[in-house]
């Protein structure tokens, strides 16, 4: 019998400048990237108390396939922390495209943790929350508050930042990247800083000049197919465009929403994947 339930949007996270500093004695990589919470696309979630020792996850969706049910899945390693004894269901619907470097697992974890926080009433804060989130993987702290930080340390080291509000397109090939792999590569590379820099837009231009992502080098040479797909999103959208965070998604950022609309309707009629318009949000994680 289901006591109690509430629904969760968690929006993906979009690295819009990474710099790799160095590897680490515990084999992370130190890194200091700028990132955003954006509005597309976002996974929604429905986590209710039940009787029982069981945290069932069940997962619908068009990424439904690519990601584990059951305990395996992030969000029910979520749910355990806070309710090691179980007694957890979470409906998972599954629109962040798994292995595409926007943070999707994460975002469902920092969904979870947060809804059971409100329904069970836990006593912890959003630095605890994120305390607890920061075991289960380097990116959930910063799902937890969301909005806009420079994440430090393997990620999980977070400074608040303001960022205005940016029109966003988001575009992921038919095929995702390994995060280790990418960084396992920065290594063999020799640890290269990327070249190529993307200016930002007007709105952002007092929180950074230029845009960058040092995991682009490697992702490519991970993945040959990731440059051609983001030459034809280049092209299409008439703007440059940036690798998010290990890949596989690309993003371009624009100064009016129209531009992006019109951007969404040429990228999503000549690439073969996924593609989304939306922007800038100040939240990780929204209570429906
Ligand atoms: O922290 P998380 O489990 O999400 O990281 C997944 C993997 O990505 C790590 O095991 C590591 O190989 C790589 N990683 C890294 N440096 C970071 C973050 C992740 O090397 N700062």
């Given at each position: 019998?289901?006591?109690?339930?509430?629904?969760?949007?968690?929006?993906?996270?979009?690295?819009?400048?990474?710099?790799?500093?160095?590897t680490r004695a515990d084999g992370y990589h130190e890194i200091d990237a700028l990132t955003a919470s954006v509005s597309e696309p976002y996974d929604s979630i429905v986590v209710a108390?039940?009787?029982?020792?069981?945290?069932?996850?069940?997962?619908?969706?068009?990424?439904?396939?690519?990601?584990?049910?059951?305990?395996?899945?992030?969000?029910?390693?979520?749910?355990?922390?806070?309710?090691?004894?179980?007694?957890?269901?979470?409906?998972?619907?599954?629109?962040?495209?798994?292995?595409?470097?926007?943070?999707?697992?994460?975002?469902?974890?920092?969904?979870?943790?947060?809804?059971?926080?409100?329904?069970?009433?836990?006593?912890?804060?959003?630095?605890?929350?994120?305390?607890?989130?920061?075991?289960?993987?380097?990116?959930?702290?910063?799902?937890?508050?969301?909005?806009?930080?420079?994440?430090?340390?393997?990620?999980?080291?977070?400074?608040?930042?303001?960022?205005?509000?940016?029109?966003?397109?988001?575009?992921?090939?038919?095929?995702?990247?390994?995060?280790?792999?990418?960084?396992?590569?920065?290594?063999?590379?020799?640890?290269?800083?990327?070249?190529?820099?993307?200016?930002?837009?007007?709105?952002?231009?007092?929180?950074?000049?230029?845009?960058?992502?040092?995991?682009?080098?490697?992702?490519?040479?991970?993945?040959?197919?990731?440059?051609?797909?983001?030459?034809?999103?280049?092209?299409?959208?008439?703007?440059?465009?940036?690798?998010?965070?290990?890949?596989?998604?690309?993003?371009?950022?624009?100064?009016?929403?129209?531009?992006?609309a019109h951007a969404y309707t040429r990228v999503g009629g000549v690439v073969r994947g996924h593609v989304w318009v939306g922007g800038t949000t100040p939240s990780g994680v929204v209570?429906?």
């Open positions: 019998m289901r006591h109690k339930e509430i629904r969760v949007d968690a929006f993906a996270k979009l690295t819009l400048s990474l710099r790799v500093l160095g108390l039940s009787d029982g020792v069981e945290v069932r996850v069940v997962v619908d969706g068009p990424f439904a396939g690519e990601v584990p049910g059951g305990e395996s899945n992030l969000a029910a390693r979520a749910a355990r922390l806070l309710r090691p004894d179980g007694g957890v269901v979470i409906n998972l619907h599954k629109r962040i495209p798994p292995g595409g470097g926007l943070g999707g697992g994460s975002a469902d974890a920092a969904a979870v943790l947060v809804g059971l926080k409100t329904l069970t009433g836990v006593d912890l804060d959003d630095e605890g929350l994120a305390a607890l989130g920061a075991t289960l993987g380097s990116d959930v702290p910063f799902c937890v508050r969301g909005g806009g930080a420079y994440m430090r340390g393997r990620g999980e080291v977070l400074e608040p930042v303001s960022v205005p509000s940016i029109p966003v397109l988001v575009a992921t090939p038919p095929f995702g990247l390994s995060t280790p792999a990418v960084y396992r590569a920065w290594d063999e590379l020799g640890g290269p800083r990327s070249e190529r820099a993307v200016e930002s837009p007007p709105a952002l231009a007092q929180v950074a000049g230029a845009l960058v992502n040092d995991l682009e080098p490697a992702a490519e040479h991970v993945e040959p197919r990731l440059r051609g797909f983001r030459e034809s999103v280049e092209s299409a959208a008439g703007r440059p465009a940036l690798l998010a965070g290990s890949g596989s998604s690309v993003a371009v950022l624009f100064e009016h929403h129209t531009d992006a209570l429906a």
